[in-house]
């Protein structure tokens, strides 16, 4: 499988890009500086140079053509409100709409656990503007034809990967903190099994640590 991750030096895309290599894919990892990519070469991956904040939907079409899946990793790390409707929303929903155009079915979204419409962060919150594009841009996955995946993980740790998580049910509300925490490297590796598990498609998945091995709770 040829598969593109946009915002390829995020903490959870630096351990998804050889993770995904070593499953045997063709990997490209979209960066929005020259410096960066050399470092993206050295994770494992093909490296490809694109602003997705400011390139357009045909721009992002260009550069999807001919692959087989987008995974999304990119977000605007904590910065402006704006800037993080640029890239949270805006930028992420162009390119979904530049998947559906270039012909690559498959889209996997990485999120958070709180992704709901009662996310419960109030609008004076610093946090608010990210639950608030990130629910906007999962709505719009939810409304197209692509074969989506949504992956909502808790918050999200330094620690070594586990191998197991645990799902959390459709209406539960959403934890934050340590009791809904997952270590990033886990979280690369639900990303690669997502991708290999056809029942995932058009699933919103949450998950914190847990037993149940990854391919397993995906399954299930």
Sequence with gaps: MKVVVIGALGKVARRLLPLLAEDGNDVIGVVRKPEQ??????????????DVENASTEEIAAALGGTDAVVWTAGAGGGS????????????????????DAGVARYVMVSWIGSVPDHGVPEDSSFFAYADAKLAADDHLRGTDLDWTILGPGSLTEDAA??????????????RGEESAVPRADVAQVVVDTLREPLTVGKFVRFRSGETPIPDALRG
Excluded: H, K
């Design 37 to 50: 990519l050399d470092e993206v070469r050295g994770l494992g991956a093909e490296a490809l140079l694109l």
């Design 81 to 100: 409100p704006d800037r993080t409707y640029a890239v949270d929303r805006d930028a992420a929903v162009r390119s979904m709409d530049a998947a559906a």
């Design 162 to 175: 586990t191998g197991r998580i645990e799902r959390v049910a459709d209406g539960v509300s959403p934890a």
